[in-house]
């Protein structure tokens, strides 16, 4: 057993040391088991990740004689160029990250109203505001009025050309103001950028703001649930911003295929329609499933069966043989008369919590209270739901993150709203978790769970919560925030193995009760992993080489460079051709034995060489590199590989593929 | 008509202190409607767990009984947090009395709204299998109800829930249990085309 160099506990200077963790186990007993509590000086534990800087609230933004105080709660992130806009309770603070071990605190902007959930673009500036105690004066009295035209539920909007001084543009009032927010880009309409509004909260009056109404749509049409709204804001007027879409994303939802609805339902009920089907009795299908119909559906109709032919006394083996003939169309048509008399049925839940989009490939993912949707989104102000998934053990689905490829997609179940312990042992391992689905066209197909694999204490608020992709090519890894459960980094790019590489974590605020705080959101930018602590401040992450990512992939990762992101408008990402996106697949094909290692080392060695020389001798090195990577299914890869998943010879052929296009790439580079 | 009934007394610690107060927002504050909301959830979610804590003896199916183990983990967690709240605001704790909301001085709990009636939790006790399933549902539908109109009554009084954890915690109350109410809706489909009920 190798020997966890990497784990620094107590101080991030304990892993200045210049050696790694390079075994392919997770350390046990797991280090983030038992750290002390405290707010500054909580215990902490890491593992293939390095704690770059961790900066307090400002002091705006922090009541030092109240650890956790919820006004000062920090939440999302948005960047642009040097700076973190990070999102609070009170307002926003603007860091300045150009040296990442020393932020500077650039502006404290104090706006109450909670989740302020913000994002980018351009010199624009978004900020969601959803509580009651918002005002659009940015004061901080407060809103007492039951009605009142100084509250500001919706969505602020500033102009941050200099962004040292924020200036307010206008607001866009929605009815249950906005919880999260998206900021939406479309390829073709490029003088408008769109903002998808999500908003759980309650309705409010209509004498707050005309036209909002809780009524059901049957009675209102125009009902502000069971909606959400598009903002379309001109870029050349941002004062013209506006509500130009309210869409139905969630009518005549059928009941979706639950899946796990309790494994032991599934069971019990399949063998209830073989046993059935085995006695001759009557079985229908009804949503999807088998299911065996009892005797009082069957009873009254054979006996109309009988008394249809005139008889009289028992069924005859004929009776029942035309029931069983007819039986799925008088179950059919049973359903569509009960569920005519329910519009409740058609309408799905009354609201997204948030909605990833991904607009180069024209699709979102929205997480919409009980169920995961496919959006297609071409037409960015009328998107269409095209798929649905429900999830016996999701209680509340809260966001999504599309891998690169778009052909999978990770639902998070944020159970318990973010403020509830349920990472304890007693919790289930399937509940508050990730749930993986692969995606083809417009179906989604359930692949497995993912969820922090270390148990928290009950003092300690975690579950599910938001993260983006490392871009490391050839793989999807992604970090993750799980309150108080700390960063979470794991490999999903087997669907069906999820599996954790990295993390960090501390102990709880306070030993003896649970005062929020952790990890709000973990994102990927420029190269470091950036985390909104919500009591803690702002941290920041350096990735460190181990036996599941090499130094190569980690410096691939780093030549992806964003002037701006925002987590839920997901970019396509594109690696420049570069001699270290070749050596990162060399590593992937070496850890999964896609390849013979006399192979590696030879692709290795003339890539070395290659990138010594220059101008035509480097494109001939390149081009004849390329030619001597092994033909497609010619891979050696007889079984797993160290990280226990399929080696299989068609992972390797994609790895291979994907060198020969980065030499050939670089061979043509000017 | 809101009445002012102490600001948050960790703000009031803050104000003594020698470290310069920072100019940061104004504390909040709470009124007795918030009180009201949080003290009377406590007996409302006791309710819930009784009902839910019913279901593996109760002979209800694996998918009544997984919503139930879920409730019963959610309110448990929600009972705590509102009793951690009402101490630290020195105010009078209720206990989790599944018959109602229990108020100081009064001999008798009362019903929020959407709970049940002794006679509906007896008719409950007395169900098992399918009828446990159908009938559970049926209540905890009217109880997630009851708790959402507790919700719009907390919003629809001047000066509540303007306290950070009060939003949240009404927010979070409304938009699980609407959930939990489709999810629920659709059980009870899919159960009354099933073998009772037709």
Same mark, same amino acid.
């Given at each position: 057993?190798?020997?966890?160099?990497?784990?620094?506990?107590?101080?991030?200077?304990?892993?200045a040391?210049? $050696?790694?963790?390079?075994?392919?186990? %997770?350390?046990?007993?797991d280090? *983030?088991v038992?750290?002390?509590?405290?707010?500054f000086?909580?215990?902490?534990?890491?593992?293939?990740?390095?704690?770059?800087?961790?900066?307090?609230?400002?002091?705006?933004?922090?009541n030092?004689?109240?650890?956790?105080?919820?006004?000062?709660?920090?939440?999302?992130?948005?960047?642009?160029?040097?700076y973190?806009?990070?999102?609070?309770?009170?307002?926003?603070?603007?860091?300045?990250?150009?040296n990442? $071990?020393?932020?500077?605190?650039?502006?404290?902007?104090?706006?109450?109203?909670?989740?302020?959930?913000?994002?980018?673009?351009?010199?624009?500036l978004?900020?969601?505001?959803?509580?009651?105690?918002?005002?659009?004066?940015c004061?901080?009295?407060?809103?007492?009025?039951?009605?009142?035209h100084?509250?500001?539920?919706?969505?602020r909007?500033?102009?941050?050309?200099?962004?040292a001084?924020?200036?307010?543009?206008?607001?866009?009032?929605?009815?249950?103001g906005?919880?999260? #927010?998206?900021?939406?880009?479309?390829?073709s309409?490029?003088?408008?950028?769109?903002?998808?509004?999500s908003?759980?909260?309650?309705?409010r009056?209509?004498?707050?703001?005309?036209?909002?109404?809780?009524?059901?749509?049957?009675?209102?049409?125009?009902s502000?649930?069971?909606?959400?709204e598009?903002?379309q804001?001109?870029?050349?007027? =941002? &004062?013209q911003? *506006?509500?130009?879409?309210?869409?139905r994303?969630?009518?005549?939802?059928?009941?979706p295929?639950?899946?796990?609805?309790?494994?032991?339902?599934?069971a %019990?009920?399949?063998?209830?329609?073989?046993?059935?089907r085995a006695?001759?009795?009557?079985v229908?299908?009804i949503?999807g499933r088998?299911r065996?119909? =009892?005797?009082?559906?069957?009873g009254?109709?054979?006996?109309?069966i009988?008394?249809a032919?005139?008889?009289?006394?028992?069924?005859?083996a004929?009776?029942?043989?035309?029931?069983?003939?007819?039986?799925?169309?008088?179950?059919?048509?049973?359903?569509?008369?009960?569920?005519?008399?329910?519009?409740d049925?058609?309408?799905g839940?009354?609201q997204?919590?948030?909605?990833?989009?991904?607009?180069?490939?024209?699709l979102?993912?929205g997480a919409?209270?009980?169920?995961?949707?496919l959006?297609?989104?071409?037409?960015?102000?009328?998107?269409?739901?095209?798929?649905?998934?429900?999830?016996?053990?999701?209680?509340?689905?809260?966001s999504?993150?599309?891998?690169?490829?778009?052909?999978?997609?990770?639902?998070?179940?944020?159970w318990?709203?973010?403020?509830q312990?349920?990472?304890?042992?007693?919790? $289930?391992?399937?509940?508050?978790?990730?749930?993986?689905?692969t995606?083809?066209?417009?179906?989604?197909?359930?692949q497995?769970?993912?969820?922090?694999?270390a148990?928290?204490?009950p003092n300690? +608020?975690c579950?599910?919560?938001?993260?983006?992709?490392?871009?490391?090519?050839?793989?999807d890894?992604?970090?993750?925030?799980?309150?108080?459960?700390?960063?979470?980094?794991?490999?999903w790019?087997?669907?069906?193995?999820?599996?954790?590489?990295?993390?960090?974590?501390r102990?709880?605020?306070?030993?003896?009760?649970?005062?929020?705080?952790?990890?709000?959101?973990?994102y990927?930018? +420029?190269?470091?992993?950036?985390?909104s &602590?919500?009591?803690?401040?702002?941290?920041?992450?350096?990735l460190?080489?181990?036996?599941?990512l090499?130094? +190569?992939?980690?410096?691939?990762?780093?030549?992806? #460079?964003?002037?701006?992101?925002?987590?839920q408008?997901? =970019?396509k990402?594109?690696?420049? %051709?570069?001699?270290?996106?070749?050596?990162?697949?060399?590593?992937?094909? &070496? *850890?999964?034995?896609?390849?013979?290692?006399?192979?590696?080392a030879?692709?290795?060695?003339?890539?070395?060489?290659a990138? *010594?020389l220059?101008?035509?001798?480097?494109?001939?090195?390149? +081009?004849q590199l390329a030619?001597q990577?092994?033909?497609?299914?010619?891979?050696?890869? =007889?079984?797993?590989?160290?990280?226990?998943?399929?080696?299989g010879?068609a992972?390797?052929d994609?790895k291979?593929? %994907?060198?020969a296009?980065?030499?050939r790439?670089?061979a043509?580079?000017? | 008509?809101?009445?002012?009934?102490?600001?948050?007394?960790?703000?009031a610690?803050?104000?003594?202190?020698? @470290?310069?107060?920072?100019p940061?927002?104004?504390?909040?504050?709470?009124?007795?409607a918030?009180?009201?909301?949080?003290?009377g959830?406590?007996?409302?979610?006791a309710?819930?767990?009784?009902?839910?804590?019913?279901?593996?003896?109760?002979?209800?199916?694996?998918?009544?009984?997984?919503l139930c183990? @879920?409730?019963v983990?959610?309110?448990?967690?929600?009972?705590? /947090?509102a009793?951690?709240?009402?101490?630290?605001?020195?105010? /009078?704790?209720?206990?989790?009395?599944?018959?109602?909301?229990?108020?100081?001085?009064?001999?008798?709990?009362?019903?929020?709204?959407?709970m049940?009636?002794?006679?509906?939790?007896?008719?409950?006790?007395?169900?098992?299998? @399918?009828?446990f399933?159908?009938?559970?549902?049926? /209540?905890?539908?009217?109880?997630?109800?009851?708790?959402?109109?507790?919700?719009?009554?907390?919003?629809?009084?001047p000066?509540a829930?303007?306290?950070?954890?009060i939003?949240?915690?009404?927010?979070?109350?409304?938009?699980?249990?609407?959930?939990e109410?489709?999810?629920?809706?659709?059980?009870?489909?899919?159960?009354?085309s099933?073998?009772?009920s037709?």
């Amino acid at each position: 057993m190798s020997v966890l160099l990497a784990i620094g506990i107590q101080s991030a200077a304990a892993c200045a040391t210049t $050696k790694f963790d390079m075994s392919t186990t %997770a350390p046990n007993p797991d280090p *983030r088991v038992g750290l002390r509590a405290g707010w500054f000086d909580a215990g902490q534990a890491a593992w293939n990740i390095r704690l770059v800087s961790t900066t307090p609230p400002s002091e705006q933004f922090i009541n030092r004689s109240a650890p956790g105080d919820f006004q000062f709660i920090n939440s999302d992130l948005a960047f642009v160029g040097p700076y973190v806009i990070q999102g609070n309770f009170s307002g926003l603070q603007v860091w300045d990250v150009s040296n990442p $071990k020393h932020p500077r605190l650039h502006r404290a902007f104090v706006c109450p109203g909670s989740q302020s959930d913000v994002s980018v673009y351009r010199n624009l500036l978004f900020v969601s505001g959803e509580a009651l105690n918002g005002r659009t004066d940015c004061g901080t009295q407060g809103v007492p009025d039951t009605v009142s035209h100084e509250r500001l539920r919706g969505i602020r909007i500033f102009d941050i050309t200099d962004i040292a001084n924020p200036r307010h543009i206008t607001d866009v009032q929605t009815c249950r103001g906005s919880h999260t #927010h998206t900021v939406v880009t479309s390829p073709s309409d490029t003088a408008n950028v769109y903002i998808y509004v999500s908003g759980s909260a309650p309705v409010r009056s209509p004498n707050e703001l005309a036209g909002c109404s809780t009524a059901a749509p049957e009675v209102d049409p125009n009902s502000s649930l069971f909606r959400i709204e598009v903002i379309q804001v001109p870029l050349a007027h =941002p &004062e013209q911003a *506006r509500i130009v879409s309210s869409p139905r994303i969630f009518q005549d939802l059928a009941a979706p295929a639950t899946h796990g609805e309790a494994p032991e339902d599934i069971a %019990a009920a399949a063998k209830a329609v073989a046993d059935a089907r085995a006695a001759g009795g009557f079985v229908a299908t009804i949503n999807g499933r088998d299911r065996v119909m =009892p005797p009082q559906f069957i009873g009254p109709r054979l006996d109309s069966i009988v008394k249809a032919r005139g008889g009289s006394g028992a069924p005859t083996a004929a009776d029942s043989a035309a029931l069983r003939a007819a039986l799925q169309n008088i179950v059919d048509r049973f359903i569509a008369a009960q569920r005519a008399g329910r519009p409740d049925l058609h309408r799905g839940p009354t609201q997204c919590h948030d909605i990833t989009v991904y607009p180069a490939i024209g699709l979102a993912g929205g997480a919409c209270a009980g169920y995961g949707f496919l959006l297609d989104i071409r037409d960015v102000a009328h998107p269409q739901r095209i798929a649905a998934v429900a999830d016996s053990n999701f209680s509340f689905w809260h966001s999504a993150t599309f891998d690169n490829d778009g052909t999978k997609i990770l639902f998070t179940d944020e159970w318990g709203g973010g403020l509830q312990p349920r990472c304890r042992v007693t919790d $289930k391992r399937e509940w508050g978790a990730d749930a993986i689905f692969t995606r083809s066209d417009s179906t989604l197909t359930f692949q497995s769970y993912y969820k922090l694999p270390a148990p928290q204490t009950p003092n300690e +608020n975690c579950v599910a919560h938001n993260g983006t992709l490392i871009p490391v090519p050839g793989r999807d890894i992604m970090a993750q925030g799980w309150y108080q459960g700390g960063v979470s980094v794991f490999d999903w790019t087997d669907a069906a193995h999820p599996r954790e590489i990295a993390f960090f974590d501390r102990g709880p605020m306070d030993s003896t009760k649970l005062l929020g705080a952790g990890s709000w959101s973990a994102y990927w930018y +420029n190269g470091y992993i950036i985390s909104s &602590e919500i009591a803690r401040g702002l941290d920041i992450f350096e990735l460190q080489p181990s036996g599941f990512l090499s130094q +190569n992939e980690i410096d691939a990762a780093k030549l992806i #460079h964003f002037d701006y992101f925002n987590a839920q408008d997901q =970019p396509k990402l594109v690696w420049p %051709a570069s001699f270290v996106v070749g050596r990162a697949y060399l590593d992937q094909l &070496e *850890r999964s034995h896609g390849l013979a290692s006399q192979q590696i080392a030879a692709l290795r060695d003339g890539l070395a060489r290659a990138e *010594r020389l220059s101008g035509q001798a480097r494109r001939d090195a390149l +081009n004849q590199l390329a030619s001597q990577l092994p033909a497609e299914g010619s891979g050696a890869a =007889p079984s797993g590989g160290v990280d226990g998943r399929a080696g299989g010879d068609a992972a390797a052929d994609v790895k291979i593929r %994907a060198l020969a296009s980065v030499l050939r790439d670089l061979a043509a580079a000017p | 008509m809101a009445t002012l009934l102490a600001v948050l007394g960790t703000w009031a610690c803050a104000a003594g202190g020698s @470290r310069p107060v920072a100019p940061a927002p104004a504390p909040a504050s709470y009124t007795a409607a918030d009180v009201h909301f949080v003290a009377g959830m406590i007996g409302h979610h006791a309710q819930a767990i009784e009902m839910a804590g019913w279901a593996p003896t109760h002979d209800a199916s694996p998918s009544v009984r997984a919503l139930c183990e @879920r409730i019963v983990v959610a309110q448990r967690d929600e009972i705590a /947090f509102a009793q951690r709240w009402l101490r630290e605001h020195h105010e /009078f704790v209720p206990p989790a009395d599944p018959r109602g909301h229990v108020m100081p001085g009064m001999d008798h709990p009362t019903l929020m709204p959407g709970m049940l009636t002794p006679e509906q939790m007896a008719q409950l006790d007395a169900a098992r299998g @399918r009828e446990f399933d159908r009938l559970f549902l049926t /209540f905890m539908i009217q109880h997630h109800q009851g708790a959402i109109t507790m919700v719009e009554q907390l919003l629809a009084t001047p000066g509540a829930a303007q306290e950070g954890p009060i939003f949240r915690f009404a927010a979070d109350v409304n938009a699980d249990q609407s959930t939990e109410i489709e999810r629920m809706t659709r059980m009870l489909t899919a159960l009354g085309s099933g073998p009772t009920s037709p």
